[in-house]
């Protein structure tokens, strides 16, 4: 088959971009966790049906209870352990839909709805009942209105250094919490802290009638 040079001169404008553009993000640090083609890196605690590919997306859309996918990197470890960091995580769900970002957490899970026991969640939720909004630090800090419309793509961002941690969505400031030294929460959340040798980090597939895609996520360590 002939290729037009045209078309063929396109197509190589595209890879170079791309390859300039993966050039540009690990020189400042950046690592993709997400390659978008596959799951390669990342393995489900539960229930992995709930996880697939869509339009170079990763799909969470729990077939039973919840299922949280960790990134696990080359797999030789349960997760991989990431302290002080920037996390950026683009996302979009389906009306009325939740779902979350973990961070500092491990593989503990609770109750027959296995949710996570212990770190962080960044809450990401379109739904109307729910009293904790898109960009909330769920329980700890949360927000009664989402600063956008959860439908359409949108970036989350997460900084924690040391102690702190700050949460931007589409770079506005929802969240700047410092966590207090010997923090004591309810018991119902005991295993809501940081931990001090870092934690996973784990997408959320929420329930059977929430879904949400996350086209990437990325991270750089920070010092």
């Not at 859309?61 to 990431?82: N, P």
């Not at 027959?112 to 379109?126: D, K, M, P, V």
């Not at 250094?161 to 309810?186: A, F, K, L, M, S």
Request: proline share 4%; no cysteine.
């Amino acid at each position: 088959m002939k290729i037009h040079p045209a078309r063929g001169l396109l197509f190589l404008l595209g890879v170079f971009a791309f390859v300039f553009a993966a050039s540009a993000r690990a020189a400042e640090g950046w690592r993709d966790l997400f390659n978008g083609h596959d799951l390669t890196g990342w393995q489900a605690n539960a229930y992995p049906d709930s996880w697939t590919i869509v339009d170079g997306a990763i799909r969470a859309h729990a077939t039973k209870e919840s299922s949280h996918l960790f990134f696990v990197g080359d797999g030789k470890t349960d997760f991989v352990r990431f302290k002080n960091f920037e996390l950026e995580v683009v996302a979009r769900g389906a009306p009325e839909a939740n779902s979350g970002v973990f961070i500092h957490t491990d593989r503990a899970a609770g109750g027959a709805a296995l949710r996570l026991s212990l770190g962080y969640e960044i809450q990401l939720n379109s739904t109307a009942k729910e009293k904790r909004k898109t960009g909330s630090l769920y329980a700890v800090v949360d927000l009664d209105q989402s600063p956008v419309d959860e439908t359409k793509w949108f970036t989350t961002k997460i900084t924690v250094q040391d102690r702190r941690i700050v949460i931007q969505i589409n770079g506005q400031t929802t969240v700047d919490y410092t966590e207090p030294e010997n923090v004591v929460r309810p018991p119902e959340r005991k295993g809501r802290k940081l931990n001090p040798l870092g934690g996973a980090i784990a997408l959320q597939a929420h329930d059977p009638k929430s879904v949400f895609y996350f086209k990437s996520v990325r991270v750089r360590a920070l010092d």
